[in-house]
């Protein structure tokens, strides 16, 4: 899909969005997928992430709990608004001066979504400062292993 696009980081995001998805026998992989799949990374490459209070077991759970289970998804696409949060990303790093997208630019693509604060659970305020001390924590982690967001 946009994965020539996309740094190695934010590829992973995307391919694990379509796995959340069909852990919640999802038709289609969409805003939660992403955010479940965006924390998901984030926590394996801090665990100090987990302690700024949103996990994507919460998330995961809250998709759980409002997807039917009679849909089985073998491959799961995405959604028009997957695919419109990832073309904005897209667009937010080419803005920037950068070749490809990486997970800095979905997340920034990801606050901007309507609903967004009932899939993380926090306020729009909240998710700004959340979103401040998590990049620092993961610019950190990633600067250490001289790696690309």
């Known amino acids: 899909m946009y994965h020539t696009q996309l740094t190695p980081r934010a590829a992973q ?3 694990l ?3 959340h998805a069909k852990r ?3 038709a289609a992989a969409c805003l939660p997928h992403l955010c479940s799949s965006w924390v998901s990374l984030a926590e394996s490459i801090s665990p100090d992430v987990k302690a700024h209070g949103i996990t994507s077991s ?3 759970l809250r998709i759980e709990n409002r997807t039917s289970l009679d849909q089985p998804a073998d491959d799961v696409p995405f959604t028009s608004r997957f695919k419109t949060i990832i073309q904005r990303a897209t667009k937010f790093a080419k803005a920037d001066g950068k ?3 990486g997970i800095d630019d979905i997340l920034e693509s990801v606050l901007q979504e309507r609903g967004v604060d009932k899939v993380f659970g926090k306020s729009r305020r909240a998710l700004k400062d959340w979103k ?3 990049f620092e924590i993961i610019s950190n982690s990633v ?3 001289n790696l690309d967001l």
């Open 13 to 15: 995001v995307v391919a």
């Open 17 to 19: 969005s379509r796995k």
């Open 24 to 26: 919640c026998n999802a």
């Open 58 to 60: 919460e998330i995961l």
């Open 99 to 101: 070749t490809h997208c």
């Open 132 to 134: 401040k001390s998590v």
């Open 143 to 145: 600067a250490k292993d």
